[in-house]
T-cell receptor, first 118, second 115 residues
Framework: DTGVSQDPRHKITKRGQNVTFRCDPI?????LYWYRQTLGQGPEFLTY????????KSRLLSDRFSAERPKGSFSTLEIQRTEQGDSAMYLC????????????????FGPGTRLTVL | AQKITQTQPGMFVQEKEAVTLDCTYD???????LFWYKQPSSGEMIFLIY??????QNATEGRYSLNFQKARKSANLVISASQLGDSAMYFC????????????FGKGTKLTVNP
């Protein structure tokens, strides 16, 4: 039983470059979430997919950020023209649809991608 | 809007002792869910325990229990018989209702278990 996986685990880039992260959720999970965690803070919601549809985006997700989940399986998060303020841990999580989940319906998190923008 | 407050940036406990990590929340929704997650230095968030707003009894999962006081809007995590491996960041989170059901997290508490 594989969990949520993310790639790469670490990314160092120069300001102004584009970066792309990948998340592979647990196979039967149709919900996928992206969160961002900066140093000393809890994770903050960025965006949410149900199957291939992106249904909610946070105001934190500026126009430099784009996320996709083309076939309702893996997802990518791209940051264009990176800035030093983008340095953070990017966490992906997945969960079952509520109608087949238990009352917990907890989100299962991946190990995260740590981005450093120089 | 939902908000989670964790007022303890750091806590220390001796191995085998119990420790309580505080969490207060704010929401106007009558139906909500509260979670505790553990984040070791490796970075992965690990689900520990859940409490639903309509649950009559406090949740328990092994050495973890949740002291849920609805009127006070608090959901404190109690870890009994602390182990060295419990040293980590602990986050309290609330699930929003409807739509994405995204999680709103507090700032976390860093727990250090001393031998």
């Amino acid at each position: 039983d594989t969990g949520v996986s993310q790639d790469p685990r670490h990314k160092i880039t120069k300001r102004g470059q584009n970066v792309t992260f990948r998340c592979d959720p647990i196979s039967e999970h149709n919900r996928l979430y992206w969160y961002r965690q900066t140093l000393g803070q809890g994770p903050e919601f960025l965006t949410y997919f149900q199957n291939e549809a992106q249904l909610e985006k946070s105001r934190l997700l500026s126009d430099r950020f784009s996320a996709e989940r083309p076939k309702g399986s893996f997802s990518t998060l791209e940051i264009q023209r990176t800035e030093q303020g983008d340095s953070a841990m990017y966490l992906c999580a997945s969960s079952l649809p509520p109608y087949i989940a238990n009352s917990y319906n907890e989100q299962f998190f991946g190990p995260g991608t740590r981005l450093t923008v120089l | 809007a939902q908000k989670i407050t964790q007022t303890q940036p750091g806590m220390f406990v001796q191995e085998k002792e119990a420790v309580t990590l505080d969490c207060t929340y704010d929401t106007s929704d009558p139906s909500y869910g509260l979670f505790w997650y553990k984040q070791p230095s490796s970075g992965e968030m690990i689900f520990l325990i859940y409490q639903g707003s309509y649950d009559q009894q406090n949740a328990t999962e092994g050495r973890y229990s949740l002291n849920f006081q609805k009127a006070r809007k608090s959901a404190n995590l109690v870890i009994s018989a602390s182990q060295l491996g419990d040293s980590a960041m602990y986050f309290c989170a609330m699930r929003t209702q409807g739509g994405s059901e995204k999680l709103v997290f507090g700032k976390g508490t860093k727990l250090t278990v001393n031998p």
